[in-house]
């Protein structure tokens, strides 16, 4: 592609994630114009619109992606029409950036690496936490030998059912399985799965159990999960979506041959470092728009000045490990 002085962005469902986690950096960026947004309701796509300062919107997702000013689309809609949508894009001739997770399963997300490479045209994915300093500094503390040779890696993360979960009548999207997979888990989990492919590298094998101890909804509410790195390293996981209130938890521990660095994939709470020297802490707190970072490397890479670690080969690898864990 020709590298582009400013980026001009589209966005496919411009619903509740768009409002402050990815929408104003697409606008409030250097180099970076937000030009059209595309939603079925037309009265919640004016109003987005209007409140954005976007110049134009669609309820037809061919028409925005047929616009001649998009350069870049961003795929906002829930995981069940990520495949189409990103490949529709792509066969138009544009880059896309895709929420998380990629697909519904990883055959999907190979179709649309395929299609990317087919068309010549970039596929990013809304994997933020690559690009966020909180994780940076934990990068950082990994490759600077801080804890030695990674070894073992434990991951926690419990939380109540929420008040929505207990409506069978109206259960949220991210419950029902033909348009958001297999509950929760597929919602928070690969943000973490991510983040340690990141930090650790490959995971190369994994395996899970799932069950559905809540009962409130058909999909699973708790998943356990073995990993197996690439580079050797071992690693467990619990994700449980009916934990009682008093038992919550968000954690993610490194372990290494020389000590472990603690901290957590949602709720910035202070990165702990333990070492034979002491104990040390780092309070890093999150950007007023999450997405922000990430965003920036897209719009750097497309006007040929950066690189996005944020890929579709990259995506792809958490929708397999996930698929492995709940076959």
Not at 243 to 253: A, F, G, H, K, T
Not at 271 to 286: D, H, K, N, S, V
Request: aromatic share 8%.
């Amino acid at each position: 592609m020709k590298p582009l002085e400013t980026v001009h962005w589209g966005i496919l469902g411009c619903g509740a994630v768009c409002e402050r986690k990815s929408g104003p950096p697409m606008y409030r960026l250097d180099h970076s114009q937000l030009v059209a947004v595309m939603r079925r309701d037309e009265a919640r796509a004016a109003d987005f619109a209007r409140r954005h300062g976007v110049a134009r919107y669609y309820t037809d997702a061919a028409e925005l992606i047929a616009d001649p000013e998009v350069d870049i689309v961003y795929v906002a809609t829930p995981p069940a029409s990520h495949r189409e949508l990103a490949i529709r894009v792509l066969e138009a001739g544009k880059p896309v950036y895709v929420e998380k997770p990629m697909a519904m399963n990883y055959a999907e997300c190979r179709e649309m690496i395929a299609a990317s490479e087919r068309c010549g045209v970039p596929l990013y994915v809304a994997y933020y936490r690559r690009a966020l300093p909180y994780f940076l500094k934990v990068k950082e503390l990994i490759g600077s030998g801080r804890i030695g040779t990674p070894q073992r890696v434990e991951v926690r993360y419990l939380r109540p059912a929420g008040p929505e979960d207990r409506d069978p009548a109206h259960l949220p999207w991210r419950l029902r399985r033909e348009v958001g997979g297999d509950g929760y888990f597929y919602d928070m989990a690969p943000h973490t799965l991510d983040i340690l492919d990141f930090l650790l590298g490959e995971i190369s094998a994994a395996e899970g159990t799932k069950s559905n101890l809540g009962g409130l909804y058909e999909v699973a509410d708790t998943v356990s999960a073995l990993l197996q790195f690439r580079s050797g390293a071992c690693g467990t996981g619990l994700w449980s979506f009916v934990s009682r209130p008093d038992e919550q938890e968000d954690s993610v521990l490194i372990a290494g041959t020389r000590g472990s660095v603690r901290f957590a994939t949602f709720a910035f709470s202070p990165i702990e470092l333990q070492t034979p020297e002491g104990t040390e802490r780092f309070e890093i707190a999150p950007p007023e728009h999450i997405q922000g970072p990430l965003i920036r490397t897209i719009v750097d890479e497309l006007r040929g000045v950066g690189h996005c670690p944020s890929t579709g080969h990259s995506a792809a690898r958490t929708s397999r490990v996930i698929d492995q864990i709940m076959k």
